[in-house]
């Protein structure tokens, strides 16, 4: 007799189930926190999740942060399939950024149909040439990209930080000259009351066709055969006629131009302007974002909405606890969620397995 | 095992959920209608030891004596700004919001158009005059350039080589202020004396490195220079420990900073943001809320100073000191303009 299945067992609930077990318990380990510093740990994510889930506003706010994680989180994804570990995110998306709000402050008097590809483009070239350089780095001399990533993350951040705030900066202010108004993407705002106040642009929907470009692209080309079989095994890659530099370098650079899209979001849909710290580290928290959602676009999508949340909900409760508590909060999630997994799974089978052997005994 | 490990799990999340119940109180009561005052501090926040704190400082001291209450958001990224002084003006008991720094004048001009009925505040707000300010917001400037000058008239009256050296954090017009303050004080003083003038960088990191304010400060002090003054943020912890080991002096900034460096710190001067902030939440709990135009902290205001305490007495000879007092009254009755840029 076939074995029936139990439906905890089934892989799709315990995907879902996993996770979800694993921020419970988080957040029940962040309450003894919050209960520590003496604030009541059910007003405080009562808060948490009233402001960022219960009304328009929140939602909107959320979507907002998860714009750049998604389009890092991919960044760091793709590079993953290949074999590599792309910590450069942040110095990617600042140059992409950076480059999307230089074209549009010289750009004045281009229709909307030309600018706004024209500024997608900018950032995309920005994050790529930020990309492309330690890939190709990696590929011709064998340096590593976690070190070059590193590197060029200083870089990018100094030579931006001297841009927004010398050469290309409005006086007294740390950010640059309006890009040129038919460059802007439109805010949710603008269509929708309920929006009314937050920054959530249509720049979201270039995000989930990143998405969608990401996985056709490693799953259904060719070119993304080679990238995945590249990240399996370079030398079988290689033994089988697979060029493995070409998937390193471009795998590399389409990662950053993932990443200098982030420019959409807060330079195109948000301040129209470019400005020196903006961003806050998306680029690192990417990483996160990218291993939770287990490097699949679509993953990406779900980690990057949770890490948005977290985001925007520590700003919301950082009036009831200090910010060092809203970061541990963070933490404590990230650290269960992607570790919890396989402790989550087994226990789980195996309190399946003991409870069937007590059924059929 | 694992049964047991996930029996332990679920103990641990129910013990914590009844934890949580347990310390769980009636919810707060929120305060009535704008009675409250919001804060958003600039990134970096709480413990800078810098006009951070002294916002902060000036909430405490709002609290104690005005019986008011505050919260306060501490913002991770530019993006933040916006979002939590939206977040402070949509709450039903905060009526007046602060932003600290200059980084906030976009978007607290922004929120203040959104939430007109409700009063903003914006310390070292980058004042535009061909920009008019909604009428419920209050651009805080300080006249940094007068404490300048103060400290500038003492360090021209106490050198000894007739030079001394200015370190400024990052190259832009705020810190300008300082500069050209000081250099009017010392040659007010001392027109014979030179100022040697350097600047940590062009971007803000140049606010937080205090080794590059060591080597700037070493050289200055081997150029001659006996006294240095800074207005540097972090910056400055490096010119205060090249002024101990070289055995020289230093001028420090924002706040009283003899802590830095004990029987180095000839003076410093100071901005009270503190004072900018209480005198704002007192005038707005009166009902004397003045906004559109931009509330000036300068020496008449007692919005800055320099410091002449017990700690540097011994330091500062009797005349000296009388002779900056006498300077600052001219400055207070507008005998002296001192230039800022």
Same mark, same amino acid.
């Given at each position: ?13 315990q ?25 009541n ?22 979507? #907002? ?19 590599? #570990? ?30 706004v ?11 790529g ?47 640059? $000259?309006?890009?040129? $108004? ?11 009351s309920?929006?009314?106040?937050? $920054? ?10 990143a ?18 079989v ?47 710290g ?25 980690a ?17 606890? $200090?910010?060092?508590?809203?970061n ?34 | 095992?694992?049964?047991r490990?996930l ?36 990134? @970096? @926040? ?9 916002? /902060?400082?000036?909430?405490v ?10 919260? /306060? ?22 009526g ?85 303050? /000081? ?26 490195n205090?080794?590059?304010g ?14 240095i003054?800074?207005?540097? @943020? ?28 004990? @029987?180095?710190?000839l ?44 700690n ?8 000296? /000191? ?17 230039p800022?840029?």
């Open positions: 007799m076939a074995r029936q299945r139990h439906w905890l067992e089934h892989p799709v609930t995907n879902f189930l996993v996770p979800i077990l694993a921020v419970v318990l988080s957040f029940s380990v962040g309450a003894i926190f919050i209960a520590i510093v003496g604030q740990p059910i007003e405080v994510y009562y808060v948490l999740f009233s402001q960022t889930l219960g009304n328009e506003y929140g939602i909107g706010q959320l979507l #907002f942060k998860t714009t750049p994680l998604i389009f890092t989180g991919l960044s760091v994804a793709i590079c993953f399939k290949a074999g590599l #570990f792309n910590i450069g995110a942040e110095g990617q998306l600042q140059i992409g950024a950076f480059l999307t709000a230089l074209v549009g402050m010289y750009t004045f008097g281009v229709p909307a149909y030309l600018e590809p024209l500024l997608i483009l900018a950032g995309m070239v920005g994050g040439i930020w990309g492309f350089i330690p890939g190709y780095l990696k590929a011709k001399t064998g340096a590593h990209e976690v070190i070059n990533t590193i590197m060029l993350n200083f870089v990018a951040l100094a030579l931006v930080s001297y841009f927004a705030t010398n050469l290309f900066n409005v006086p007294a202010t740390v950010h640059t $000259p309006p890009i040129a $108004p038919s460059g802007k993407i439109p805010r949710f705002d603008a269509f929708l309920g929006f009314e106040g937050s $920054p959530v642009n249509f720049s979201i929907f270039i995000a989930i066709a998405c969608i470009f990401v996985w056709y692209y490693v799953q259904r080309t060719k070119l993304g055969y080679e990238l995945r590249v990240g399996l095994n370079s030398k079988a890659a290689e033994y089988g006629g697979i060029s493995v530099a070409k998937n390193l370098i471009l795998s590399m650079t389409i990662g950053g131009a993932l990443a200098g899209l982030v420019g959409t979001n807060y330079v195109m849909g948000y301040k129209y302007y470019f400005e020196e903006f961003s806050a580290e998306t680029g690192f928290m990417a990483i996160a974002v990218a291993l939770l959602g287990n490097n699949n676009p679509f993953g990406v999508i779900l990057a909405l949770l890490f948005g949340m977290l985001e925007y909900g520590g700003l919301v409760i950082n009036t009831m606890v $200090p910010k060092e508590l809203v541990i909060l963070q933490a404590i999630v990230i650290i269960f969620v992607i570790s919890s997994n396989k402790i989550f799974r087994k226990t789980l089978n195996n309190f399946l397995k003991t409870r069937r052997l007590s059924i059929e005994q | 095992m694992n049964k490990l029996h332990y799990s679920l103990v641990f999340l129910l013990t914590s959920l009844s934890l949580g119940l347990q310390s769980c109180g009636k919810p707060k009561p929120s305060g009535p209608p704008n009675s409250e005052v919001g804060l958003v501090f600039d990134v @970096g @926040g709480r413990g800078d030891k810098s006009f951070n704190d002294a916002a /902060y400082d000036g909430l001291m709002a609290k104690d004596s005005l019986g008011i209450k505050y919260q /306060y958001i501490e913002p991770g990224g530019g993006a933040d700004r916006e979002s939590a002084l939206r977040q402070l003006a949509s709450k039903k008991s905060v007046l919001i602060f932003g600290v720094g200059f980084m906030f004048t976009d978007d607290i001009t922004r929120i203040a158009k959104d939430f007109p009925d409700k009063k903003f505040a914006c310390i070292d707000y980058t004042y535009d005059s061909t920009k008019a300010i909604p009428s419920n917001l209050i651009p805080i400037e300080f006249r940094e350039e007068e404490g300048s000058f103060l400290v500038g008239a003492i360090a021209g009256l106490m050198t000894k080589t007739d030079k001394v050296g200015f370190i400024g954090g990052m190259e832009s017009p705020l810190i300008r202020k300082f500069q050209v303050g /000081y250099q009017a004080g010392v040659k007010c003083v001392n027109p014979k004396a030179k100022v040697l003038v350097a600047y940590a960088g062009v971007t803000p990191d140049a606010f937080k205090p080794a590059k060591k080597e700037l400060a070493l050289s200055q002090y081997s150029q001659g220079a006996d006294i003054y800074h207005a540097s @943020g972090v910056t400055g912890l490096g010119v205060f420990e090249a002024a101990r080991e070289m055995n020289k002096y230093a001028i420090g900034v924002d706040m009283d900073q003899w802590n830095e460096a004990p @029987g180095h710190v003076t410093s001067m100071v901005k009270k943001g503190n004072m900018a902030v209480y005198d704002i939440i007192k005038e707005w709990k009166a009902g004397k809320f003045k906004g559109g135009m931009p509330a000036i902290f300068g020496l008449r205001d007692d919005g800055v100073d320099f410091v002449y305490d017990k540097n007495k011994p330091l500062i000879p009797k005349s000296v /000191y009388d002779r900056v007092e006498q300077l600052k009254q001219d400055i207070i009755d507008g005998k002296i303009k001192v800022a840029r």
